[in-house]
């Protein structure tokens, strides 16, 4: 298969591509802002990945799956009026970008995958949210995932499948929220944000790459995707389950309040509650490596553990 993946360099990029190149009849096209960064990140010495920018383009007709995980990190910077605008632009130029190069090359791919975020829903409680739950977007993550999606439906006209993945909180040891709670966990200074009711739509990036790899090598594989653990759990759940894998107490609360003062907007990154639900995943057959909480957080610690030791 050949596929073209935007974005490569992240978190799930890196690992899809690596899992990807084990299947040698598979070639992957690399498109980046950044050649000599996406060098770096991923594996060079196989014959069967290149690397082009968006000025060069790409030459190949022949594109089987085009992967989209182009995008400004959510997270990084306050959410200034001009980092807003960045975030959703780099999403949907991104997407104009290879649609645009689609039609002038008449490259028809087999399968288009769009990246979104269960951060679609906003704020809605305990409320069970499947890919069929309709919400009318009111928070700045609303407006983000509500344009990337809108943008990406003209895709249907050029394409056989089209599927659009509302990714949840991903866990994984080096990046992501994880990465910044394992060290004050460890400290004993971690606990629920607030009354700890919020929902986490978390998922496990193992299941990630293997719920992107269901997708591609089934036919029937279309339309919306909630990529999240059938168990979603509450901040203060996810606290008392991090701490017990740790070893650690867990007796400290995190005002609401005071993540406002150090994140501005982003708070709602960690305060809106998605109890979302991957219906649409196991309605097509895909089963979880790691659906509990413990068994995931488990693993990534062990995982982090055995990097530390070498």
Known sequence: MNFLIAGATGLIGQKL???LLKD???HIIVLTRNEDKAKYSLPIQDKN???TDYKK???SDKIDIIINLAGTPIANKRWTRKQKQKIINSRVLSTDYIYIRCLQNKIKPKLWITFSATGYYGNCGSEELTEDTVVSPSSFLQQVTEQVENNSKKISSIVDRH????IGTVLVGKYGILSKMLPVFKLCLGGKIGNGKQYIPWIHIDDVTRALEHIIKNEQCSGVYNVCSPNPCTNREFSST???VLHRINILMIP????KIILGGRSELVTASQCAQPKHLQDDGFT?????LEKALADIVSREKDEHSR
Do not use: A, M, Q, T
């Open 17 to 19: 591509v690596n899992n």
């Open 24 to 26: 040698k009849s598979n």
């Open 49 to 51: 990945i290149s690397f």
């Open 57 to 59: 383009g790409w030459k």
């Open 163 to 166: 599927c659009i993945l509302r």
């Open 242 to 244: 991090l701490s017990r």
């Open 256 to 259: 609401h309040w005071i993540l």
């Open 288 to 292: 979880f490596e790691y659906p509990e």
